[in-house]
T-cell receptor, first 115, second 110 residues
């Protein structure tokens, strides 16, 4: 199993540009989570999907952020326009909804730097 | 007050020591508890999972939950340099959306 695959691993962009982060969850996992990690705030849940449907997006910071899951094997997190305060590591994670031990499998993350 | 609190460290111990890592929380509805280990520039990986109160042991790792005190612990016996990482606690009321602690950075010195 290749695990949760995220791309790109690193992204450096200028303020105001659009950024798209991509995630492929583990095959068979039906829940997908987007987290953001910073030194100041730790790991924050942005949004999660069950069976491709967004369930809770209350963690999405503002309208500049959007996430989609068009099918069970692909999700995107888009930031438009990007700002320096969006600089963080963005993690995607997946699991099987309702099945113990409930823990997530995380991807290796995308390190985003907005200059 | 944050929902989940954790001493950020860093915590430095000699190889072979017993390590105690702890989290406190404020939401009495939490009943699913996990510990993750995160190596530098990697994603967190699940170490231990506990439901409700009690202890769970897996090799050198023991997880304890005390719901009455809203306090969870992770013990690492015979610590190794390879245990050097950041340890994150995570908890949930429904087993789905977990709240993470800020993490404790551990260094095990050879």
């Amino acid at each position: 199993d290749a695990g949760v695959i995220q791309s790109p691993r690193h992204e450096v962009t200028e303020m105001g540009q659009e950024v798209t982060l991509r995630c492929k969850p583990i095959s068979g996992h039906n829940s997908l989570f987007w987290y953001r990690q910073t030194m100041m705030r730790g790991l924050e849940l942005l949004i999660y999907f069950n069976n491709n449907v967004p369930i809770d997006d209350s963690g999405m910071p503002e309208d500049r952020f959007s996430a989609k899951m068009p099918n069970a094997s692909f999700s995107t997190l888009k930031i438009q326009p990007s700002e320096p305060r969006d600089s963080a590591v963005y993690f995607c994670a997946s699991n099987i909804h309702g099945q113990a031990p409930y823990g997530y499998t995380f991807g290796s993350g995308t390190r985003l730097t907005v200059v | 007050q944050k929902e989940v609190e954790q001493d950020p460290g860093p915590l430095s111990v000699p190889e072979g020591a017993i390590v105690s890592l702890n989290c406190t929380y404020s939401n009495s509805a939490f009943q699913y508890f996990m510990w993750y280990r995160q190596y530098s520039r990697k994603g967190p990986e699940l170490l231990m999972y506990t439901y409700s109160s009690g202890n769970k042991e897996d090799g050198r790792f023991t997880a304890q939950v005390d719901k009455s005190s809203k306090y969870i612990s992770l013990f690492i016996r015979d610590s190794q340099p390879s245990d050097s990482a950041t340890y994150l606690c995570a908890m949930s009321a429904n087993g789905q959306n977990f709240v993470f602690g800020p993490g404790t950075r551990l260094s095990v010195l050879p």
